[in-house]
């Protein structure tokens, strides 16, 4: 179990880095651009220059709402801290491997969860894995980090 749980800790780790980046940077862009569109309009300058600062402050959205995932892993801390996941035996659902292979990244697998019916996903590993299996994972609620604990035969 403490190799599952090193896994799902770098996981997070990783994540937490990333998204925290784009969290202090976004507001900055967003400032940069909103004020270089003030500049050009007070100094009368050629409107064409305001559609790449348009494009850089559409870009900078993007990260502000890819750095709200940052809450995500704030929230998560807590179970890293106390090493307290969510257990649960799941059945395999479909698996999505959408760039898994590409960047040697966890897919994302949708489950139904056999207890209470409820449909979730999770980042685990998608080797050797097949729909309709029945697994118990653990898992982070928040960021949906998660990995296999065993394989349930059945």
Known sequence: MEKEFEDIRREYYEGLVSSSVSAIFSPMGIGVA???IILIHNLKLDKSITVPIIGAMLFTIFFLIASKVTVNYFKDFRYIKEKNFIHITVTIG???NVGAELFEQKHKIAFVN???GERISIRLPGNNVKTGEIYEVMYLP??????????IEG
């Open 114 to 116: 056999t207890e209470t």
């Open 94 to 96: 479909k698996i999505s």
């Open 142 to 151: 928040h960021t949906k980090h998660g990995s296999y604990v065993r394989k």
């Open 34 to 36: 909103i004020s270089d």
